[in-house]
T-cell receptor, first 114, second 107 residues
Framework: DAGVTQSPTHLIKTRGQQVTLRCSPKSGHDTVSWYQQALGQGPQFIFQYYEEEERQRGNFPDRFSGHQFPNYSSELNVNALLLGDSALYLC?????????????FGEGSWLTVV | EDQVTQSPEALRLQEGESSSLNCSYTVSGLRGLFWYRQDPGKGPEFLFTLYSAGEEKEKERLKATLTKKESFLHITAPKPEDSATYLCAVNTDKLIFGTGTRLQVFP
């Protein structure tokens, strides 16, 4: 049983460019959440997708957008990249109504903006 | 405002020297408290979920406990391979993380 998979693992972009990160949730999970983790910090919630809709959103600008596909996989898009967007981007998968469920993370995508 | 605070920020232990990590929280609508282990450059690895005060869970040398305001991660007779950052998070339909405790265990 594959866990949460993310791609790419590392990438370097230039300021002003756009990036797309991808995530496939754990088998049996229908909810995908995205987090940003800066060096030395805990992960910060970006948004959550369920049934192909953005269910809730953290304190991130509209440059951050996402999508969920019918097979539950998800994409995170960041436009007009800033140096401060350099971070580890983590995807978490779970099932909705999650108080009784475990939330699993992928290995993340390291984004460096130069 | 929902908040999670972890202490200490860093902890150095001799192999076999037991200790505890603390996670205090202020949150409304708690739907579970999670502990994760994170190795450098990797994603968080799930350890435990606790749901109610008084609950305890164990895995190898780790034991997690929960009260109404805080959680402890007890590590008994740690080994160098236990060196990692330990993250605590509260679930309010999204995870709110602390900044973690960096644990180093020396032989």
């Amino acid at each position: 049983d594959a866990g949460v998979t993310q791609s790419p693992t590392h990438l370097i972009k230039t300021r002003g460019q756009q990036v797309t990160l991808r995530c496939s949730p754990k088998s049996g999970h229908d909810t995908v959440s995205w987090y940003q983790q800066a060096l030395g910090q805990g992960p910060q919630f970006i948004f959550q997708y369920y049934e192909e809709e953005e269910r809730q959103r953290g304190n991130f600008p509209d440059r951050f957008s996402g999508h969920q596909f019918p097979n539950y996989s998800s994409e995170l898009n960041v436009n007009a990249l800033l140096l401060g967007d350099s971070a580890l981007y983590l995807c978490a998968s779970s099932t909705i109504g999650g108080s009784g469920n475990t939330i699993y993370f992928g290995e993340g995508s390291w984004l460096t903006v130069v | 405002e929902d908040q999670v605070t972890q202490s200490p920020e860093a902890l150095r232990l001799q192999e076999g020297e037991s200790s505890s990590l603390n996670c205090s929280y202020t949150v409304s609508g708690l739907r579970g408290l999670f502990w994760y282990r994170q190795d450098p450059g990797k994603g968080p690895e799930f350890l435990f979920t606790l749901y109610s005060a008084g609950e305890e869970k164990e895995k190898e040398r780790l034991k997690a406990t929960l009260t109404k305001k805080e959680s402890f991660l007890h590590i008994t007779a740690p080994k160098p391979e236990d060196s990692a950052t330990y993250l605590c998070a509260v679930n309010t339909d999204k995870l709110i993380f602390g900044t973690g405790t960096r644990l180093q265990v020396f032989p």
